[in-house]
């Protein structure tokens, strides 16, 4: 096999895992929490730019990698509660993640409409931060609007579109995983 079409199968391989994890956040017969947690808070745009980081600090890098992911996440999910599979063009780097969000359209419950608030993101380990490639082992919490048990933990991968907001390209489950390759090796489309 030649190395594009490995890494084509890697990248099936971890979106097909993602889709497994997305569909397994079923709700949970338990009222959700009451009293929402704080979202994090961060000054940065939410179209961020692919420009080297301009923060001193690695807090605050962290802190501006969870409000790209809680936009990405909220939008994903948005995208998906709405029936509007186009939207997920402005969420997903990848045939194969749009695919996977087209599918859980209709497939996926909700509790109530996705909120941004709703989204909780914490980042355990800045992995990568590159101006081409962004990798965070992170926390992902939408149980205020998907029901109570709606918590995962992983690692993704985002790439930058043509227009400079960051996009979700794979995921995998470990931070030990191939997830690099994806940074290096796999193709991508000329237009994303």
Known sequence: MNRRRLGYLALLAAVLAAVVWVASLGPDPAPPPTTPAAAPTSTSPTTPSTEAPTTTSAEARIGEVEAILQDLYYRWFDAIYRQDADALWEVVATQTGYDDGVAAIGAMTF???????GVMVSVKELLLDRQDCLVAFIDVDVSQFRGVGA?????DVLWPDSGGAWRLATSWVHP???WIRDCDE??????S
Do not use: F, Q
């Not at 509790?111 to 608030?117: F, L, V």
């Not at 918590?151 to 690692?155: K, M, P, R």
């Open 176 to 178: 030990n995983d191939l």
């Open 111 to 117: 509790d109530r409409a996705p909120t941004r608030e």
């Open 186 to 191: 796999l193709i991508r489309d000329e237009d």
């Open 151 to 155: 918590e995962t933990s992983g690692v």
